[in-house]
């Protein structure tokens, strides 16, 4: 009967074990539950022996099975504390020797096996009884009495091991152990609730009073830390924890002895760490522990968690081991119980600091702040109030507050009670207040009920301020607002003008009253008023500094309607009334006017200079003056040779003409050719004056210029003018046609000759010199830089300055009619443009002119000329009569083009004549021998001569090319001179200068 009973109980121990595991998933309840399973089938076999004898292969097993509790329970302490390895692999290694022995040797067992199998059990299951005691003196509370509950369980279950293979008598003993053992296990594993709660007691009572030793002004903080460390001592774990609620609403650990470093956690963290039961290990990462479980293990070398709520706190409670751990439910039960306590006394804390920070801040503050009763008797007073009225808080104190009003305000008093007394609040209600030494001070009061949780009024908080210095201030602001030399307005965000001074006034013609809680908008013009407000709006969303009105014009409206510019500076000013925009307007009227005189008075300037460089380009390029000269010249020419041509022809007429006729006739060919000179050199004066001459420039120095036409300017002045020349010996080098600076010293010194009738003197001189900015000021198309000086003086007349204005016009001139044709000056001026340079003028009457030429410098270096060699006699022509060279001749003038063939046929050249371009692509195709040159116009329709080349070029790319035109545009660069590798010779021409130019050509390119 006993053996059943023994039994009942290890089974009933092994079922619920079995229930628990299955419903927390424990890992240390699958621990226990194979040391009861043990224990069970080994009375379980003793009871089956009752009725009948198992098979020996059974009992070995079962016996095997049942030697294994001593192991089971090293196991579990393994799990709960540190065991040291050899003793887990002794207890292994002797369990399993007996196992083999108890298998395979049928009972019953020889002493020499039985007694060491016997002997290692006992020893095992008393090294697991002695370290579950110790487990259960590092623990407190309940957890201790269960823990040495299964500490004696265990040791008497090792007694019973020892004694129960001996006889009956030793047998009954082993029950009796095996008994007490039983009822030790089920204190330990199933103890009753009440039982529980009696031993977790003591425990409960060490740590109330540790908390009641902390000072009654501890902070929150200091209590919390407290009773982390109360706990952790007296319940034995490795740490506790708890998650306090901060004011945001996010969730702070706070331990012992200090806060632990890191993020506040948030509601979802705490919902995911209460979901998880029972004991957690937040080190297993494939189990997906919370953030909060993993953070609080790793700051304290921790790894298992057990979580509860903190009920009223909203927070939690962490008890942190490094082990796993028997019995948690009671140390979390009895620590989450008593933490609810420190909640209060936390809470307790922070009130109490609560109230001692207000109090420190009201009797810290500069304000009056007292408390009263509804009928107006004082029952606080701080120390601002002490300084503001100079009573001391025992004088003041449950007397009424009249006290603290001048004579005749009392009305006044009584009624800022009955106002606060049925509940409003009265704000910054200016009155006098009375000093103790009798003296008035302009005090504001703002007085508001002090309510109680059903909202009734119970007494009145009063906060008095002294606004002399406050004041004084605002009149001295008043005057400087009223001094101000600008117009003042202060509006609020609602677009109403709260504030503006005397200069407002006057400026926009309304009086103060007037203005005052008016829209902004009225001062605004009427065509700007609608989207004003837009405006206004955006500024106060985002009220920066500003000015307005120096680039874009601004206007306000006066009140009779009138606008006028102005210029507007803005800034914003925070108030208790709101954002104030403060809006500074200057009228601009005077600066506006005279930035309009200035810009009238500049652009008319400019106006001027405009119309006077136009009439001078006028002047120099009137159309309608050169055709009148051109056509009169030309007429004259023209006359002559239509004259002295009919002459010859009626001379020719004769059948027999005289030797006078013939003289005659010879003469009329002379005056023929004088008369195409005279059209070559006007022809030629017009090309220069409209920079269309055909330039061909080198690198020159003027000095050689100068020296080479020296005997021509001799005989042109002739011995009655004295011409003085002074070279600079380091004249820079320029880049221009020697012809061209011929023809400009010609033209000077004919018009000086033409001035000095009476004899003079004409001087040259070159120099260097250096022009800046100021220097070409007025010459646009001249750049300051280095020049080259060549100045032309005389003695002679002079000019007046209206003359002088107009000497560079075409056909102006001052001589008598048919003297000159005043084109001279006009083309110094066209070929010292044409040059890059440029050309001045000074004349004073009776004393001489000046004529000063600046022409650009060159970097090049002047070539030195080489010795050209005397031809041979047979080269300086070919023979009449001897066919030689071919020639391909293009020009659209037909009896031109009959001249030239003339001329060259005569001279012994074959000549293939063309009327035009495609004339001479045709003949360059179809002509069988050599074409020896292309001797081709320049200015024809349809294809110009440089095309003509070009293409023929194509057909017989060597065939080199002359070019003839009197106007050579198509053939010359940008700056009027002749590209490399062009020849031209230039029309009217003699047939001799034809001759040559084509004999030199032809040399040209044979020696290519």
Avoid at 13 to 41: E, H, K, N, Q, T
Avoid at 56 to 68: C, E, P, R, Y
Avoid at 811 to 838: C, D, E, M, N, R
Wanted: hydrophobic share 45%; glycine share 8%.
């Amino acid at each position: 009967m006993a053996v059943l009973a023994v039994t009942a109980l290890y089974a009933l121990i092994f079922l619920w074990l079995c229930g628990s595991y299955v419903r927390r998933r424990d890992p240390l309840l699958r621990d226990v539950m194979p040391i009861f399973a043990s224990v069970a089938s080994y009375f379980a076999l003793g009871a089956v022996s009752l009725v009948v004898r198992p098979p020996g292969i059974v009992q070995g097993l079962v016996s095997a099975f049942v030697l294994g509790q001593p192991f089971f329970s090293l196991h579990l302490v393994s799990r709960v504390r540190v065991v040291p390895r050899w003793a887990q692999c002794g207890g292994a290694a002797a369990w399993a020797a007996s196992a083999v022995v108890l298998v395979l040797v049928s009972p019953p067992l020889p002493a020499r096996l039985g007694l060491p199998i016997v002997a290692a059990a006992f020893a095992v299951e008393a090294m697991a009884a002695v370290l579950l005691a110790k487990e259960a003196r590092r623990r407190g509370g309940a957890a201790r009495v269960r823990l040495a509950c299964a500490a004696i369980g265990t040791g008497l279950f090792g007694v019973v091991i020892m004694t129960a293979g001996e006889g009956r008598r030793l047998q009954a003993v082993a029950l009796v152990f095996a008994v007490v053992s039983a009822l030790m296990y089920m204190l330990a594993f199933l103890p009753p609730r009440s039982l529980r709660r009696v031993w977790s007691w003591g425990a409960a009572y060490a740590l109330i009073r540790r908390m009641l030793a902390v000072p009654v002004d501890g902070t929150a903080e200091r209590i919390w830390r407290e009773y982390c460390r109360a706990a952790r001592e007296v319940v034995g774990v490795d740490a506790v924890m708890v998650l306090v609620r901060e004011p945001d609403g996010t969730l702070r650990p706070v331990c012992s002895p200090g806060s632990v470093p890191g993020e506040p956690y948030g509601e979802e963290d705490l919902r995911r760490l209460l979901a998880r039961a029972g004991m957690l290990d937040a080190l297993a990462g494939w189990r997906d522990p919370p953030r909060i479980a993993v953070d609080l293990a790793r700051a304290t070398r921790t790894r298992y968690v057990c979580a509860t709520a903190l009920e009223g706190s909203g927070g939690a409670l962490l008890l942190l081991h490094r082990h796993r751990t028997l019995f948690t439910d009671d140390d979390m039960a009895l620590v989450a119980k008593l933490a609810g306590q420190a909640a209060a006394l936390a809470d307790r804390a922070d009130v109490l600091a609560e109230r001692e920070r207000l109090a420190v801040i009201v009797d810290a503050s500069d304000d009056a702040i007292l408390g009263k009763t509804l009928d107006g008797t004082i029952t606080s007073w701080n120390s601002g109030a002490q300084r503001l009225f100079g009573y001391d808080a025992a004088e003041v104190l449950g007397r009424p507050t009249s006290m603290l009003f001048a004579p005749g305000q009392e009305d006044i008093a009584a009624d800022v009670l009955a106002r606060v007394a049925r509940g409003e609040r009265v704000d910054q209600h200016e009155v006098d207040g009375r000093r103790k030494d009798g003296s008035i001070v302009p005090v504001s009061f703002s007085s508001s009920p002090i309510t109680d949780p059903a909202g009734r009024p119970t007494g009145i908080a009063c906060v008095a301020r002294d606004i002399g210095e406050r004041q004084r201030a605002e009149a001295k602001f008043r005057q400087l607002l009223e001094g101000a030399p600008d117009a003042i307005l202060g509006v609020r965000e609602d677009g109403r003008i709260v504030l503006l001074n005397a200069e407002a006034e006057r400026l926009f013609g309304y009086r103060r009253d007037e203005l005052l809680g008016q829209l902004i908008e009225v001062l605004v013009p009427a065509a700007a008023r609608p989207r004003h407000a837009g405006l206004r709006d955006g500024y106060f969303a985002d009220p920066q500094r500003r000015s307005l009105g120096a680039g874009v014009a601004l206007k306000a409206a006066r009140k009779d309607g009138s606008e006028f510019p102005v210029e507007i500076g803005l800034s914003s000013l925070r108030t208790d009334e709101g954002v104030i925009v403060s809006a500074f307007v200057r009228d601009v009227t005077e600066r506006v006017q005279a930035q309009a005189e200035r810009e009238r008075l500049a652009a008319q300037a400019e106006r001027d200079a405009v119309d006077r460089r136009l009439q001078h380009t006028r002047r120099l390029e009137s159309l309608g003056q050169l055709a009148g000269g051109v056509a009169h010249d030309f007429n004259n020419i023209l006359a002559v040779i239509a004259s002295y041509t009919e002459l010859l022809a009626e001379t020719l007429a004769e059948a027999e003409p005289t030797s006078a006729d013939l003289a005659a006739a010879r003469k009329d060919l002379t005056q023929i050719g004088r008369a195409t000179e005279r059209a070559t050199r006007l022809t030629k004066q017009l090309l220069a004056f409209g920079r269309r001459e055909i330039t061909q420039t080198q690198v020159l120095s003027v000095n050689h210029v100068v020296g080479d036409v020296d005997q021509l300017l001799r005989r042109t002045l002739g011995e009655h003018i004295h011409l003085v020349t002074h070279l600079d010996r380091d004249l820079w080098p320029v880049c221009a046609d020697p012809g061209q600076i011929e023809q400009v010293l010609v033209n000077l010194a004919v018009n000086a000759r033409d001035a000095m009738p009476a004899g003079g003197t004409l001087s040259i001189d070159t120099g260097n010199t250096h022009l800046d900015e100021a220097d070409v000021a007025d010459c646009p198309d001249v750049p300051a830089g280095r020049y080259v000086r060549i100045r032309v003086s005389d003695t002679g007349a002079g000019m007046p300055p209206e003359v002088a204005d107009r000497a560079f016009e075409p056909f102006f001139t001052t001589k008598p009619q048919g003297a000159g044709t005043g084109l001279g000056l006009a083309t110094v001026y066209g070929i010292a443009a044409s040059a890059g340079g440029h050309v001045r003028l000074s004349s004073e009457p009776g004393i001489g002119t000046t004529v000063t030429i600046v022409l650009p410098v060159t970097d090049a270096a002047v070539p030195v000329p080489e010795q050209p060699e005397e031809p041979e006699a047979s080269e300086a022509a070919p023979q009449p009569g001897k066919p030689q060279e071919t020639i391909l001749l293009v020009e659209d003038e037909d009896a031109l083009r009959e001249a030239t063939g003339r001329a060259l046929s005569r001279a012994g050249y074959r000549v293939l004549s063309a009327s035009g371009g495609a004339a001479a692509l045709r003949l360059a195709e179809d002509h069988q021998g050599p074409i020896h040159l292309l001797l081709t116009d320049v200015m024809m329709p349809v294809m110009m001569g440089n095309e003509v080349a070009a293409r023929v070029q194509r057909i017989r790319p060597e065939l080199p090319v002359l070019y003839m035109s009197g106007y050579a545009q198509p053939v010359l660069t940008e700056n009027g001179t002749l590209p490399e590798g062009v020849v031209i010779i230039e029309k009217p021409f003699t047939r001799q200068a034809l001759l040559d130019q084509v004999r030199a050509r032809l040399l040209q390119s044979s020696d290519l």
